[in-house]
């Protein structure tokens, strides 16, 4: 349990995790306090918008609609990464929810199937709304994913929770699919590895930047069929090296199924499991690689 944290901290929480912030009309003041309580908070919930454009999106999530008044979130994250702040207090987001996920996530324990719909969750929760159609078609850009990992890291450092305070809305109403195109627990994964010891640092003084040791995480979808580089040939070297290789000759500038199949072996030597070990680069198995430069 903690006390919810103010519109400035939040603002500047976020902004030292290197987010680019939004301020949206009287987001500071814009709430449904009157209605129910806010806090104790426990968590953060990640929501799809069901929607395209930012403006549309970001318009809908403060004003809400018939039925439903907003805002129906805390922030959206758009496809660019940006956040946009549009309530600051109770918000019509998580809805009722299951009891025992709740208890689960105050413990940050392992979260049960949820089954029941008796626990009011816009008390509870921090919402994120990130602009996709949530149809499994419309894609999720690597710079949202990270904007939704840093979020949420930035607001469990601040209160000292884990990853596991971290849920989607799929974990806690019965018959939600949202977030859908990701699995929560590959971006709980992601959260860990920003919380492990990865604090935000000052900015330094500007010096000329050394070239990393390893290559950087390319994005997911620089992966697909006809793509040629020498990163794809660096990497397949260490999947070799690690024992994953699955390639008959090669491995070759030119990403193949055979580069698929040796990441999967990779992603699942990590323990990763059914959409997080699809053979598809992501950024915390691709870190854990180190890649060398090409």
Known sequence: MAKPISASKMVEILRAEGLTVHEVRNWRTHNRNTKGPWGPVNGVMIHHTVTSGTDASVNICYNGYSGLPGPLCHGVIDKKGHIHLVGNGRANHAGLGDGDVLRAVVDESKLPHDNEA???????????????????????????????????????????????????????????????????????????????????????????????????????????????????????????????????????????????????????????KGKDADGIPGKVSWDKLKVPNS
Request: charged fraction near 25%; proline fraction near 10%; glycine fraction near 12%.
């Open 118 to 272: 008796d626990t009011d969750g816009n008390r509870h929760f921090y919402g994120f709304e990130c602009i996709n159609l949530g149809d499994g078609k419309d894609p999720w850009p690597e710079a949202q994913k990270e904007a939704i990992e840093k979020v949420a890291a930035a607001i469990c450092r601040h209160h000292g929770w884990s990853e596991r305070s971290v849920i989607g809305h799929k974990e806690w109403q019965p018959g939600k699919q949202d977030p859908r195109g990701f699995t929560m627990d590959g971006m709980r994964g992601r959260i860990a590895h920003r919380l492990d010891g990865k604090a935000p640092a000052p900015d330094p003084k500007p010096t000329t930047p050394a070239k990393p040791s390893h290559e950087p995480f390319p994005g997911g979808s620089f992966f697909h069929a006809g793509q040629k580089s020498p990163i794809i040939t660096a990497m397949g070297r260490r999947l070799v090296a690690e024992g994953c290789g699955r390639y008959e000759e090669g491995p070759g500038p030119e990403w193949t199924e055979a580069d698929r199949l040796s990441y999967q072996a990779w992603q699942q030597k990590l323990h990763f």
